[in-house]
């Protein structure tokens, strides 16, 4: 079965200091999806990112960068020079492909970043 | 813009009512609507999958007569509340993917509904 797991309960940052959220991943699949998602407290699903296993580059986005490694079933994030407006929710979840894409998406617990000014 | 809108964002009910939430996709045909429970601080659980013209699958867990799903057509599925208890207060989002939806589709997701029984 899957599973995705965030360490990482609560972070907080000052505001421009760098923070790597952490995402540990657990599938028998050979292919599958990744993704981050920014929840505000408004409570909508922000989507930042989808890696499928195949491609393990590392994506830069603005702030914003991931680093997939297959070896150790990792996809981390790093926000670099955070802002306030970072602070939210951040959900690390895995998709197994299938003909069911998407029932098997799973949300890891969540990490609660706060950036404070 | 959004490409899957849910309706209403916020509602507040008393208890031993029914409240319904939808779930449309704007731009595509969804073959395929999922609906998630998110209770604070927590992550969001996988309650149900609805398939177009078809019954809902449930994960274990979820009382199906209770949260009831409709996905009578390809861009609007709906999920009701019945009988809603405080306990049943959360905040509900769904997900769709495209229709012929298969590996690598995207998924997109509703804004979510903030259920609150009184």
């Known amino acids: 079965a899957q599973k995705v797991t965030q360490a990482q309960t609560e972070i907080s940052v000052v505001e421009k200091e760098d923070v790597t959220l952490d995402c540990v991943y657990e599938?028998?699949?050979?292919?599958?999806?990744l993704f981050w998602y920014k929840q505000p407290p408004s409570g909508e699903l922000v989507f930042l990112i989808r890696?499928?296993?195949?491609?393990?580059q590392n994506e830069i986005s603005g702030r914003y960068s991931w680093n997939f490694q297959k070896s150790t079933s990792s996809f981390n994030f790093t926000i670099t020079a955070s802002q306030v407006v970072d602070s939210a929710v951040y959900f690390c979840a895995l998709s197994e492909a299938g003909d069911n894409y998407g029932q098997n998406f799973v949300f890891g617990p969540g990490t609660r970043l706060s950036v404070l000014p | 813009g959004a490409v899957v809108s849910q309706h209403p964002s916020r509602v507040i009910c008393k208890s031993g009512t029914s409240v319904k939430i939808e779930c449309r996709s704007l731009d595509f045909q969804a073959t395929t609507m999922f609906w998630y429970r998110q209770f604070p601080k927590q992550s969001l659980m996988l309650m149900a999958t609805s398939n177009e013209g078809s019954k809902a699958t449930y994960e274990q867990g979820v009382e199906k007569d209770k949260f009831l799903i409709n996905h009578a057509s390809l861009t609007l599925s709906t999920l009701t509340v019945t009988s809603a208890h405080p306990e049943d207060s959360s905040f509900y989002i769904c997900s769709a993917t495209n229709i012929g939806g298969g590996s690598g589709n995207t998924i997109y997701f509703g804004e979510g509904s903030w259920l609150t029984v009184v």
């Open positions: 890696r499928n296993s195949f491609d393990e």
């Open positions: 599938t028998r699949d050979t292919t599958y999806y």
